[in-house]
């Protein structure tokens, strides 16, 4: 006959911080974006651009899109995001 052991499935939560650290940013630093062009995310992803660009205003510099939504997002497309922006916002999966 065989052995069966059992475990307990039950573990401790891991501690998360309550609130993320505040992200300054001032009117000079440049943002882009990098959409991962799912179709369930899509109207999701335009008003979030829309918002950053109402209160971001000139600072958003580019707004990419890929063009496969399951393949990573193309080097070119990361150098030139890299090279263009201060701070990138990534969509899942992209």
């Not at 979030?48 to 510099?61: A, H």
């Amino acid at each position: 006959m065989a052995n069966l052991i059992l475990c307990d499935p039950i573990g401790e939560a891991a501690k998360t911080k309550k609130q993320s650290v505040a992200i300054r940013w001032s009117p000079n630093k440049r943002i882009a974006t990098l959409f991962n062009n799912h179709v369930s995310s899509y109207r999701f992803w335009k008003r979030l651009e829309e918002l950053l660009k109402e209160r971001l205003g000139g600072s958003v510099v580019a707004t990419l899109a890929k063009e496969n939504t399951f393949a990573p997002a193309p080097q070119e497309m990361i150098t030139e995001i890299a090279e263009t922006a201060d701070l990138a916002i990534v969509g899942v999966g992209a």
